[in-house]
């Protein structure tokens, strides 16, 4: 569990904490060593809820509520579920996702209720014999084990769903209204055919759903007119290339995909290596 923990931090300092909070075990003559780690855990998985889940994020999104007597307080619960699925309002998870939001969010509960078994020094947790801390030590490491894999489990969960909604003829078509480096190559080009790949969403955050997309454009590289094509003036030549791009969408409206400025590279350099490679060479 400690190799996976480690794994599943996302910072350096967050690293650094564990590793800090490990250390705690190894003085055998502290009493105090068993809370001290378990305290440390679990300042652990408050510093990956801040990162995961920023405080102004959570409150910009349509979902939030303040439940605190804080000035737009959050709970530790409300930066789980944003976490686990962004400004995706519940509605849209359960009625149009089809999930069920109350078994998503009653799992993240409890396994932020069972970080907090051993941060109190009470005479129960105090100066215990080496085998029982042994076993408490497990039993903390596991909690925090459970509340890392349970948020990566339960937004896996929602962004595989998330991805067999949105229809991938919708990301095809946008991209062929993208395309412009093909354009360079010859007097007139024709996309035939769009391929997308791969599609990953790289994020879901307050306001917009964030993909990375792959695949491959089919065309048609035209020189000269279609009068001089049909006199032999002309040539005609099929071609395909790798492309990539970053596309968004709004989390009220994830079927509104739009390819991000700037990001939509077509990788042509099969084209432009050989055709200047053999100028070169004559």
Not at 52 to 60: G, Q, R, Y
Not at 70 to 94: F, H, M, P, W
Not at 175 to 185: A, C, F, G, K, V
Request: glycine residues 6%.
């Amino acid at each position: 569990m400690i190799k996976e923990i480690n794994g599943m931090l996302g910072t350096s300092f967050e690293k650094a904490l564990f590793k800090a909070a490990l250390k705690n075990l190894e003085d055998t003559s502290n009493p105090l060593r068993l809370n001290n780690y378990s305290y440390s855990m679990r300042e652990l998985t408050r510093h990956v809820l801040h990162r995961l889940a920023p405080e102004t994020n959570v409150v910009a999104c349509s979902w939030y509520k303040n439940e605190t007597d804080k000035e737009d307080g959050v709970t530790r619960k409300q930066r789980a579920i944003y976490a686990v699925q962004g400004g995706l309002s519940d509605s849209y998870v359960e009625d149009v996702l089809g999930l069920e939001v109350d078994k998503i969010h009653t799992t993240l509960i409890r396994v932020i209720k069972g970080l907090n078994k051993f941060t109190h020094i009470e005479p129960n947790v105090f100066d215990l014999p080496g085998e029982r801390i042994e076993n408490l030590v497990n039993e903390t490491t596991k909690a925090v084990y459970d509340f890392l894999t349970t948020i990566n489990e339960c937004r896996a969960l929602i962004v595989d769903k998330l991805w067999e909604h949105i229809d991938s003829a919708v990301i095809d078509e946008t991209l062929r209204e993208t395309i412009i480096e093909i354009d360079e190559l010859a007097s007139h080009s024709y996309i035939d055919e769009v391929y997308t790949d791969t599609i990953v969403i790289t994020e879901i955050d307050h306001r917009v759903i964030k993909f990375m997309a792959e695949g491959s454009i089919g065309c048609e590289l035209q020189w000269g007119s279609n009068s001089d094509i049909r006199k032999g003036d002309g040539a005609v030549l099929p071609q395909s290339f790798p492309y990539q791009c970053q596309l968004t969408s709004p989390v009220d409206s994830p079927d509104e995909v739009e390819v991000r400025e700037d990001s939509f590279g077509v990788d042509t350099s099969s084209w432009t290596d050989t055709r200047y490679g053999q100028d070169e060479q004559a």
